[in-house]
């Protein structure tokens, strides 16, 4: 069975930052894209930062980019999303996402991130 469990979550100001991790099991880990996606209320998932099945890529949508880093290991097969400079507009759950074939597409079940003075 996979599982993706998110954490890293909660309240910051802007300007601060969080770490998003994702820790997946029952996948092989290594052979999979894995994503960031977010969700904000009233507004369409959007995809945030993916990263390749080795690491060696990674893209961002251009509202994050330079404020975000995705990042992931193998071994512990683990991703992480490095989130500075946040603004309120971050404010959204975020999802991991374990992207292989449309067969093999895998969701996590979110956590909030909320920027507010």
């Known amino acids: 069975q996979v599982q993706l469990v998110e954490s890293g979550g909660g309240m910051v100001q802007p300007g601060g930052s969080l770490r998003l991790s994702c820790a997946a099991s029952?996948?092989?880990?290594?052979?999979?894209?894995m994503n960031w996606y977010r969700q904000a209320p009233g507004k369409e998932r959007e995809l945030v930062a993916s990263?390749?099945?080795?690491?060696?890529?990674?893209n961002y949508a251009d509202s994050v980019k330079g404020r975000f880093t995705i990042s992931r290991d193998n071994t512990e097969k683990m991703v992480y999303l490095q989130m500075n400079y946040l603004k309120p507009e971050d404010t959204a759950v975020y999802y991991c996402?374990?992207?292989?074939?449309?067969?093999?597409?895998?969701w996590g079940q979110g956590t909030q991130v909320t920027v507010s003075s």
């Open positions: 990263i390749s099945s080795t690491g060696i890529s990674a």
């Open positions: 029952g996948l092989s880990f290594s052979s999979f894209a």
């Open positions: 996402n374990a992207y292989f074939t449309r067969r093999h597409d895998y």
